[in-house]
Every structure is written in C-alpha cells, then in structure tokens.
C-alpha cells in the first residue's frame, strides 16, 4: 500500500536515478533529441569505459573510510605508455605486453598499499606522491612523444578501441537492426527480473524486511525497460561495443564481491568502525592493502581501454581520470565517511557524469564552464550524502 512515507523512502533511495533521468530528458530537450541518438548512446559506452572501470575499483577505498587514490590517472598514462613501447619500439609480442601492464598496474597498487596499510601513511600523501611520479615517469617513458599502436589490430579490437571494434551480429540483423544486441539486451532484462525476484523471495524466506511491493515492481519494470531501450538502440548503430564487455564483467565480479563474499563485506565493516572490525579479529590492515592493490590491478585495465580506444600513448592521457571516478562514486551515493555504496550506484553516478559531459558537448557549452557543473553536481551530491546523514540539519552547532 502506497503512503507518504513509503514514497519518501522511495525517492530518497533512488534519488541519483530520478536525477539521471531528469538529465537525459534535460538534454534531449535542450539537443532536440540527438543525445539519444544511437551513435551518441554507443559513444557515450566508448567515451567513459573508464571511467566505469576507475570507479568499480575507487568505490573500494572510499568504502575503508573514505579514503582515496589520486594516482590512478597517472598510473593508466603510465602503464599504457609501458605498454605501447613494449609492443611498438621493443616487439614484445602483444599477450606478453599485456600481462607485463597488468603486472605493473597490480605491483604500483600493491606498492602504495603497502605504505597506507602497515606504514599508515595517509592515503591522499601517498597517492599524492604516486600521482607525480608515475605522470613523470610516463614522459621519461614515451621521451615527451606519441607512440602509434594502430598497427596492432588485435590489441586495439580486443580492449575496444577503433570503428569496428563491436561483437559480430550472429544472427543476421533486421531492417538495420543488430539483432544480437537486441536478443542480448532481452535476455539481460529477463535474467535481471528473475534474479531480483528470488532475491527477494530469499529475503522474504530469511525474516529480512522488504520494500513495499509497488516500489519493487516499479523500479524492476523501469530498469527492465532501460535495459531494453538501451540495447535497441545500440542495435540500431552496430551494435554491443567490445569495451561494453569489459565493463559489464568488471561490474559483476565486483558487484558479486561487495555484496555476496565475506571478503566483500570487510570493506563496510572497515569504513563503518575500523576499530570495531579489528577487535573482532579481522586484519584491518589487510583490507586496505586488498582495496589499493586491486586499484592498481583497474588502473591498469584502464590504461589498456585507454590506448586502445585512441590507438596511441601520449604523456597527457589519464588527466584528471581520477576525479571522474572520484566524482562518480559519491555522486552514486558512496559515502565520504566510509562503509556505504554499491557498484549499481557507482555506475548510475558514471553513467551521470557521461551524460552530462555528452550533453553539454552537444550544446557546445564552453570546456571551461564544463569543468564548472561537474564541480557543483558533485558538491550537491555530497552536500546530500552528508545533510540527509543529520536527519536534514544543514548547519552543525559546536
């Protein structure tokens, strides 16, 4: 039965949808629709592949207490410019460069972790410190020059970079439709209604308490309908990216972790009381390491999206990655203080900021004044997270 609170409860859970469709609907306005058209809609999956992938792995570490890693745009330009010298100066054979990226990216994450987690070395000194050194080290790498990787298709199709970088439409499309995309994206409406259904008939069985019927079926039946929308119009381009593959598997595995392994649940238990956490014999200390040293491990599948995407390495690339995935975690609902956020919101916030950046490009807003609402939206986001934390109290008396 709907009531006032229930509603309430409704829209303060799902604030960050609400405002994401607010946006869209905003810019196809203010487009005249072209934001959602079906190249835009591909571009916006190519564009921010990253970004998804940066804030999987930042949600991580704001969750041990809303710690953060600044280095991890170094670190992409870094492991990226050691990648494509590999392959392109030195001929190392492109499966050897690529388990050599992801070497170094877990080792640079293991190597900052080791200094927050057993020195306790505040994590923004020692990202800090990261941040410079590996951007430095990108440019003694690459000599301050761009190195080409377009002659290595099978890297640059395999981690989707290029035009044709798509999955083959097996089935043979219809009036100009990807009818793979199209089954895919059904397939994945139907296997999330079903998961969300015995997930809540496993709740019910388990004595949890459960939202109102009504919003539950409303939010299935909008999601479902995204998921569907999404797809169709992917299939009128040409259809599922391969990045999209990346993505979607970085978002299961690490949204399987946060919410069904105990591993994943240290991370809550850190940032909500570290103290708490060690006295129930948990090693705190570990956490940590595990959260800096899987950001690196990210970093470095970041790093490959990214030159394969723009088929080169250049000293340059990776600025300001980390405050897109930053941004993305606390507009998704991540807490500053720790314990709380979800990989679905993370990515709800990701997909925001995408669209957002896709809008205002389309508008021709000015770079600079781009930089501007990214800076309020995610202020707004944090001014919520921490106000709607004091029962709605804006000002704190001493």
């Not at 999956?45 to 804030?55: E, G, K, P, R, T």
């Not at 990216?105 to 410079?132: C, D, H, K, S, Y």
């Not at 598997?249 to 850190?270: D, E, L, P």
Request: hydrophobic content about 55%; aromatic content about 10%.
């Amino acid at each position: 039965m709907m009531n006032k609170e229930s509603v309430l409860g409704f829209l303060k859970k799902n604030t960050m949808i609400i405002v994401l469709v607010i946006v869209v609907a905003f810019f196809s306005m203010q487009t005249g629709g072209a934001i959602l058209l079906p190249m835009n809609v591909s571009n916006l999956i190519s564009q921010n592949a990253y970004v998804f992938v940066l804030a999987t792995g930042m949600l991580l570490c704001i969750l041990t207490g809303g710690n953060i890693d600044l280095s991890v745009g170094s670190v992409v330009c870094f492991v990226g410019a050691v990648g494509a010298v590999l392959m392109m100066n030195l001929n190392v054979p492109v499966w050897l460069s690529i388990i050599i990226m992801v070497l170094i990216g877990t080792a640079i994450g293991a190597f900052q972790g080791f200094w927050i987690a057993f020195v306790r070395i505040p994590p923004f000194i020692v990202t800090l410190a990261g941040m410079l050194v590996f951007r430095g080290l990108s440019n003694v790498v690459l000599n301050g020059l761009t190195v080409s990787i377009g002659d290595k298709v099978g890297f640059v199709n395999l981690f989707g970079g290029g035009a044709n970088c798509y999955i083959p439409d097996y089935i043979g499309g219809q009036g100009g439709l990807n009818m793979t995309c199209l089954i895919a994206g059904i397939l994945a409406a139907v296997c999330l209604v079903v998961v969300q259904v015995m997930g809540r008939i496993k709740k019910k069985n388990s004595g949890y308490e459960l939202e109102a019927v009504w919003t539950f079926t409303l939010k299935l039946v909008v999601l479902a309908g995204v998921l569907v929308a999404f797809a169709y119009r992917l299939a009128q381009h040409k259809g599922i990216p391969s990045v999209l593959i990346w993505v979607i598997i970085v978002v299961f595995v690490y949204g399987y972790i946060t919410s069904n392994t105990t591993v994943g649940r240290y991370f809550y238990a850190v940032g909500g009381n570290e103290k708490a956490t060690k006295l129930s014999g948990i090693d705190t200390n570990r956490v940590y390491f595990l959260a800096y040293t899987n950001m690196g491990f990210l970093a470095a599948l970041a790093g490959m999206i990214t030159i394969a995407r723009l088929t080169s390495a250049q000293p340059t690339y990776g600025q300001n990655y980390e405050m897109d995935a930053i941004g993305s975690c606390f507009i998704g609902g991540a807490s500053a203080y720790g314990g709380i956020g979800t990989v679905p919101g993370v990515i709800v916030g990701a997909v925001l900021m995408g669209v957002i950046n896709l809008g205002m490009s389309l508008m021709g807003v000015d770079a600079n004044m781009q930089k501007v609402v990214k800076g309020v939206v995610l202020l707004a986001a944090v001014i919520f997270d921490v106000v709607s934390k004091r029962g709605g109290k804006m000002i704190v008396k001493n």
